[in-house]
C-alpha cells in the first residue's frame, strides 16, 4: 500500500489544482455521451478502495451531470399558484442523481458505489461502480440507488453525519435494539397489562 499512499495524493493534489492533464482530460469528456461506460476507472485507488475488481461482473461507467440551480421548466396547462416557483429542489445529491443515471441504462446491473473524478463550469463527472450480483456473488438490495440505499443515498438522508448536531435519524431495527436494551438486562421490557390465567388442576 506504499504507492497507492503516493498515487492517491498525487490525484488528489492535481484534482485540487486542476492541473493541464485533468483540464484535457475533461475536455475530452465533455463531448463524450452523458453516460459513457469505459474499460478503466481513471482514478484506480479511489475505484479499489470502493470495491472495484478487475474481473468480469464489474463495470465502470462515467456519468456527467449539470451544475447550477434547478430551473422549474416552462409552465404549461396556464398559469396557477401552484405553478408560481422558480427553482425545484431535486431531493438529492448530484452524485446520487448520476447513480440513477447509470442504473437507468443499466438495468441489469446494481450501482456498489460512486466518485468524483473532475469539474468544470458546467458539469461533474462521476464514475460509479456497476456489479452484476449473479456473476460476483455479492448480495446487494434491488434498485438500492432510487431507495436511497446507496453511500450517496444515506449520506443525503443524514445517516453518515458525525457530532452532537447531527440529525436523529436512524433505522428501525436500531430503535428497538435501544429501546429493549441488551438482552438478558433487567427491566428493559415493560410487562404486558395482561395477567396470566390459572393453569387447571388435574
Not at 65 to 72: D, H, P
Not at 76 to 98: F, M
Not at 121 to 139: A, M, R, S
Amino acid at each position: 500500500m506504499g504507492a497507492y499512499k503516493y498515487m492517491r495524493e498525487t490525484y488528489q493534489k492535481e484534482l485540487k489544482e486542476r492541473g493541464e492533464l485533468l483540464k484535457s482530460k475533461i475536455f475530452k469528456w465533455r463531448r463524450e455521451p452523458v453516460v459513457n461506460k469505459i474499460e478503466k476507472p481513471s482514478n484506480l485507488i479511489r475505484a479499489r478502495t470502493l470495491g472495484y475488481k478487475a474481473k468480469q461482473g464489474y463495470v465502470i461507467v462515467r456519468v456527467r451531470i449539470g451544475k447550477g440551480r434547478r430551473r422549474r421548466p416552462t409552465p404549461s396547462g396556464g398559469r396557477k399558484p401552484a405553478h408560481a416557483y422558480l427553482i425545484v429542489q431535486p431531493g438529492t445529491s448530484l452524485r446520487g442523481q448520476a447513480e440513477q443515471r447509470a442504473n437507468r441504462k443499466y438495468m441489469n446491473l446494481e450501482v456498489l458505489n460512486s466518485y468524483l473524478v473532475g469539474e468544470d463550469g458546467n458539469y461533474k463527472f462521476f464514475e460509479i461502480v456497476l456489479v452484476d450480483p449473479e456473476k460476483t456473488g455479492l448480495k446487494l438490495n434491488k434498485r438500492r440507488t432510487f431507495r436511497g440505499l446507496s453511500s450517496s443515498g444515506k449520506k443525503n438522508r443524514g445517516y453518515m453525519a458525525k457530532g452532537t448536531d447531527r440529525p436523529r435519524r436512524r433505522s428501525k431495527k436500531k430503535e428497538r435494539r435501544i429501546s429493549l436494551g441488551k438482552k438478558g438486562q433487567k427491566g428493559t421490557v415493560k410487562p404486558s397489562g395482561k395477567k396470566e390465567a390459572p393453569k387447571a388442576k388435574k
